[in-house]
């Protein structure tokens, strides 16, 4: 029997877990740190220590797991250089651990997705990141790479530029995806049956920039196309506090800079 973890929460209790699953053949241990520096982890709410991470990885190789797998963003707002050394380093880090505990270096994927901003959440006002960077960014990444065996993974960028025209889109859109479906996409959640070269010549055809609905930073008295629509989370008012946090918080790590 061989038992495969969802990814998992970082924090104390990953040290604990691997203790639990002796006797078991494992796979791989999946794990989200999101972003690998304290001062961007403050700005996204997601406080985790990389201590109980790296601990928690040395628990794991020394019960007899062999890969690791990270799963990390970029194109955050205020995203710099040194925010993807971090995913790098952290990845080599855990890589090395891996020698320590075991006499060999552990194979670590850093599967990096591009960030899209959603609504409903603070970042609903904030624009997407460009083509261009998100290319670069991928790039960086994997040029960074000394250690063969860390692995740099990322999303596929068109599919995630159009996830960020579909997430934050009116219905003007609509149209788009009528036309679309007309010229043969189907099942675009499958690498091998997505499209970007028809989606990106059907906005254009109708239209319709797609850049203004995924790239465009949003004032906060701009009336959102799901404003109307009641979730159970914490209300606008909420959102708007949490996005001027953010700002702030963008501020301070500027000035760090």
Same mark, same amino acid.
Request: glycine share 6%.
């Given at each position: 029997?061989?038992?495969?973890?969802?990814?998992?929460?970082?924090?104390?209790?990953?040290?604990?877990?691997?203790?639990?699953?002796?006797?078991?053949?494992?796979?791989?241990?999946?794990?989200?740190?999101?972003?690998?520096?304290?001062?961007?982890?403050?700005?996204?709410?997601?406080?985790?220590?990389?201590?109980?991470?790296?601990?928690?990885?040395?628990?794991?190789?020394?019960?007899?797991?062999?890969?690791?797998?990270?799963?990390?963003?970029?194109?955050?707002?205020?995203?710099?250089?040194?925010?993807?050394?971090?995913?790098?380093?952290?990845?080599?880090?855990?890589?090395?651990?891996?020698?320590?505990?075991?006499?060999?270096?552990?194979?670590?994927?850093?599967?990096?997705?591009?960030?899209?901003?959603?609504?409903?959440?603070?970042?609903?006002?904030?624009?997407?990141?460009?083509?261009?960077?998100?290319?670069?960014? @991928?790039?960086?990444?994997?040029?960074?790479?000394? /250690? =063969? $065996? &860390?692995?740099?993974?990322?999303?596929?960028? %068109?599919?995630?530029?159009?996830?960020?025209?579909?997430?934050?889109?009116?219905?003007?859109?609509?149209?788009?995806?009528?036309?679309?479906?007309?010229?043969?996409?189907?099942?675009?959640?499958?690498?091998?049956?997505?499209?970007?070269?028809?989606?990106?010549?059907?906005?254009?055809?109708?239209?319709?920039?797609?850049?203004?609905?995924?790239?465009?930073?949003?004032?906060?008295?701009?009336?959102?196309?799901?404003?109307?629509?009641?979730?159970?989370?914490? @209300?606008?008012?909420?959102?708007?506090?949490?996005? /001027? =946090? $953010? &700002?702030?918080?963008?501020?301070?790590?500027? %000035?760090?800079?």
């Amino acid at each position: 029997m061989s038992i495969s973890l969802p990814s998992l929460r970082v924090n104390h209790q990953l040290r604990t877990l691997p203790q639990l699953m002796t006797g078991i053949r494992k796979a791989g241990l999946t794990l989200a740190p999101e972003v690998a520096r304290d001062d961007m982890r403050e700005q996204i709410r997601k406080k985790i220590k990389n201590e109980d991470l790296y601990e928690g990885c040395r628990e794991a190789f020394k019960n007899g797991w062999q890969r690791v797998k990270l799963y990390f963003l970029c194109g955050l707002p205020g995203e710099r250089a040194v925010d993807l050394d971090g995913i790098v380093d952290m990845a080599e880090t855990i890589s090395a651990i891996g020698k320590e505990v075991r006499g060999r270096y552990v194979d670590v994927t850093a599967s990096v997705s591009n960030f899209v901003p959603k609504p409903h959440t603070p970042y609903q006002w904030n624009g997407m990141q460009t083509r261009e960077y998100l290319q670069w960014a @991928g790039q960086y990444l994997r040029k960074r790479v000394r /250690n =063969r $065996s &860390v692995k740099v993974k990322q999303h596929d960028i %068109e599919c995630s530029l159009l996830e960020g025209v579909l997430t934050r889109g009116d219905r003007r859109i609509a149209v788009v995806l009528e036309e679309a479906w007309r010229r043969g996409c189907r099942l675009d959640g499958w690498r091998e049956c997505f499209q970007p070269a028809v989606w990106w010549q059907t906005f254009a055809d109708l239209g319709i920039d797609p850049t203004w609905y995924s790239q465009r930073s949003r004032p906060m008295t701009e009336v959102l196309p799901w404003d109307h629509i009641n979730v159970k989370k914490p @209300g606008r008012e909420f959102l708007q506090k949490e996005q /001027n =946090r $953010s &700002v702030v918080q963008l501020e301070v790590m500027a %000035e760090a800079t």
